[in-house]
Each structure stands twice: as structure tokens, then as C-alpha cells.
């Protein structure tokens, strides 16, 4: 059984900060998130695309907030469990509350906080009838393992960063990789298009467009693909694994079923205090959340988790009063150790 202050569902830029605001007030955290690492859409669907609205920052890319975001939260130590979606939660007498994975990891917290962006996300599958058939046999929607395609033929489908990066990234480890796209024009970064059609001229990766995807070929596993291209030409490409990377679907998932009050797929919140569910202890938080005059955007999530800390903090310490520090005056007391503050003033007396 993991336990913690606060559990957190979610590990994209809202949940991430939560761990420092939480910090800050000494309540520790644990992290749940159905991807295989923090910082979800961010990290899953577009790492190298640029955000213009986050203070301070005139532009940063996606992954380099979240990159931004995990040093910023290294000190207060939080817990992760990736790769696991968060399937059931159970009340106990003690007020805490049991929340346990698909896979059943077990998570006990007094407080839950969930900051899971649109939902947990599902693969979009490419309309191919027998699909579902080699699901785990050499199709995968996401690349969990890179090294499971080591010295393996591989086909990647998919015209946006996931595939473009993924590309790349396993000229290195496949024996051979073909990149199948039903345009000619990429909708990824700038720079991994580049990257792609200079390892294609090298030799490195095969490109084949415009085409799709239109069977798969196997017994009891992938043995290769059928392709279409220019709208007619039909053949075969030998592979071990085929990989559509067509992007993410959000959605609430079993959080539905845990008798929160939902609008629209997403959860409804009290936001004129601290963005509590109507189960005191749960909160919702980003843009899974629901209320009037809701904005979908990291910095309001940020907001949102910094207010929702605060009534954490009374809910756990309920007999205790938090006294509000700035951080340029109280500094930073991290769980490790560690502590940042602005370097004092020299007082020097003048003869």
C-alpha cells in the first residue's frame, strides 16, 4: 500500500505543480498517471509544439515545461505510478480514501486530487478490420519499451511529432524502420521533419507517402502490413511490430463511476471556495474540471491547485492555522533537504 498526504491522479503540468504548492505547506504526494511518464499531453502528444500564455515565459516548448516543472518539484520528492490508470476508490471510516489501479497498485491518501486533463487517454485506431486481433502481438499504440524493438523491422504509421520523434529514435535500435504517412506534408516540429528526411536519404529510414495502412498480415502475430498507395498501388511490407501513432482520445474513464457529480464529461466543482467535488476530500482541478466561467488552461490549472492546497492543508491539519508566506521571504525547505532562499541582507555600519 502506497500512502501519502495528497494523491494526485494525473501527472501533467496541473498535477505536477500541485506537488510543489503542496510542498510548500509540507503535505507529500503520489502521482497516478495512465501514460508511461509525467507530463501528459505535454510529453504525449506534443513535446516540441510551442506554448505563448505561460508567465515568464514568452515561448516554451511543451516537454520543456514539463521538464521545467519536474526540477521545480525534484526537492519534495514526489511518488509515481505510470502507466496505470486509476480504476476504483473506497472511503474508509478514517475519512482517507483507497484508490487502486488497473493493474492493482493500491494508493491510501487523505486527500485526492483530480487533475487528469480531459481524462485518461485512449489510442485513436487506424479503421483496420482485423486490428484488434494482433493488439499486444506486434501492434502497440504507444512505445513503452524501445528496447523490445531492438534488431526488429518496424512500421510506423502517423504524421504528427509522436511519430516523427519515434522515427528517429529507433533508427538506433531497429534493424529497420518505415515511416508511412497518407500525406506527403508533416504536421510535426520543423526540425524533426528535417531530421527525418536526412536519415531517409541516408538510408536510415524508409518513407513511404502518400499511403496508409490497410491490413495486417499474421497467424499469431504480426508478420507484416498491407499498404496502399497513391489511392491504388497495393503491396506488402515484411515487419515485426506495427505502430499507429494517430494521437490520443480523452476520456473520463472509470472516474465516471465513482459517483462524482459530472457535466459534459468533465467533473463540477465548487470554485468559488477550492474546487471540491461534491465528495468532500476529492477535488478536481485543470481541465478535467467544470464550472462557471471555466478557461482551459495551464495557468488557470496552476491556480486552481494552488487554492485547492490550501484547503488540503485544513483538512488534513484541521486543528492547525497555515500562515501564509511569500517564498522570496520564507524561502524553500525541500523533503531532501534542501533549501532555496534570497540571499540575506548585509547590514554594515558606516563610521
Known amino acids: 500500500m502506497i500512502t501519502t498526504d495528497i494523491l494526485i491522479i494525473g501527472a501533467g503540468p496541473t498535477g505536477l505543480f500541485t506537488v510543489f504548492e503542496a510542498g510548500l505547506l509540507k503535505l507529500r504526494c503520489?502521482?497516478?498517471?495512465?501514460?508511461?511518464?509525467?507530463?501528459?499531453?505535454?510529453?504525449?502528444?506534443?513535446?516540441?509544439?510551442?506554448?505563448?500564455?505561460?508567465?515568464?515565459?514568452?515561448?516554451?516548448?511543451?516537454?520543456?515545461?514539463?521538464?521545467?516543472?519536474?526540477?521545480?518539484?525534484?526537492?519534495?520528492?514526489?511518488?509515481?505510478?505510470l502507466g496505470e490508470r486509476a480504476e476504483t476508490i473506497e472511503k474508509q471510516e478514517d475519512e482517507t480514501f483507497i484508490v487502486t489501479t488497473n493493474k492493482g497498485t493500491k494508493h491510501q491518501a487523505k486527500v485526492v486530487a483530480i487533475a487528469g486533463g480531459l481524462g485518461s487517454f485512449e489510442p485513436r485506431k487506424p479503421p483496420i478490420p482485423n486490428i484488434v486481433n494482433f493488439e499486444d502481438k506486434g501492434v502497440e499504440y504507444m512505445i513503452r519499451?524501445?528496447?523490445?524493438?531492438?534488431?526488429?523491422?518496424?512500421?510506423?504509421?502517423?504524421?504528427?511529432?509522436?511519430?516523427?520523434?519515434?522515427?528517429?529514435?529507433?533508427?538506433?535500435?531497429?534493424?529497420?524502420?518505415?515511416?508511412?504517412?497518407?500525406?506527403?506534408?508533416?504536421?510535426?516540429?520543423?526540425?524533426?521533419?528535417?531530421?527525418?528526411q536526412e536519415l531517409k536519404d541516408a538510408g536510415k529510414i524508409k518513407m513511404i507517402t502518400p499511403a496508409e495502412v490497410k491490413g495486417i498480415i499474421g497467424k499469431d502475430k504480426v508478420e507484416g502490413v498491407s499498404v496502399v498507395q497513391n489511392g491504388g498501388e497495393e503491396f506488402t511490407i515484411e515487419t515485426d511490430h506495427f505502430i499507429p501513432l494517430f494521437g490520443l482520445s480523452p476520456k473520463l474513464g472509470p472516474i465516471a463511476n465513482w459517483g462524482l457529480e459530472i457535466e459534459k464529461n468533465a467533473i463540477k466543482v465548487d470554485n468559488a471556495l477550492d474546487y471540491q467535488t461534491n465528495i468532500p476530500g476529492i477535488y478536481a482541478?485543470?481541465?478535467?474540471?467544470?464550472?462557471?466561467?471555466?478557461?482551459?488552461?495551464?495557468?488557470?490549472?496552476?491556480?486552481?491547485?494552488?487554492?485547492?492546497?490550501q484547503s488540503a492543508f485544513q483538512r488534513i491539519f484541521p486543528d492547525k492555522k497555515y500562515v501564509m508566506k511569500y517564498t522570496t521571504v520564507g524561502g524553500v525547505d525541500g523533503f531532501d533537504g534542501t533549501r532555496k532562499e534570497a540571499p540575506k541582507a548585509v547590514v554594515k555600519k558606516i563610521d
Open 30 to 81: 503520489h502521482l497516478i498517471d495512465a501514460l508511461p511518464q509525467p507530463g501528459g499531453q505535454c510529453s504525449e502528444i506534443y513535446p516540441k509544439k510551442p506554448i505563448y500564455d505561460i508567465p515568464a515565459y514568452p515561448e516554451i516548448l511543451a516537454g520543456d515545461l514539463t521538464g521545467k516543472l519536474m526540477e521545480q518539484i525534484k526537492q519534495f520528492e514526489p511518488g509515481f505510478t
Open 145 to 196: 519499451e524501445p528496447e523490445m524493438y531492438r534488431n526488429k523491422k518496424v512500421v510506423i504509421s502517423g504524421g504528427g511529432d509522436s511519430a516523427l520523434d519515434w522515427s528517429i529514435f529507433l533508427t538506433d535500435i531497429a534493424a529497420e524502420v518505415t515511416l508511412i504517412h497518407r500525406r506527403n506534408e508533416f504536421r510535426g516540429a520543423l526540425d524533426s521533419v528535417e531530421k527525418v
Open 285 to 309: 482541478i485543470g481541465d478535467v474540471n467544470t464550472y462557471p466561467g471555466k478557461l482551459k488552461l495551464i495557468l488557470c490549472g496552476f491556480h486552481e491547485a494552488t487554492l485547492m492546497c
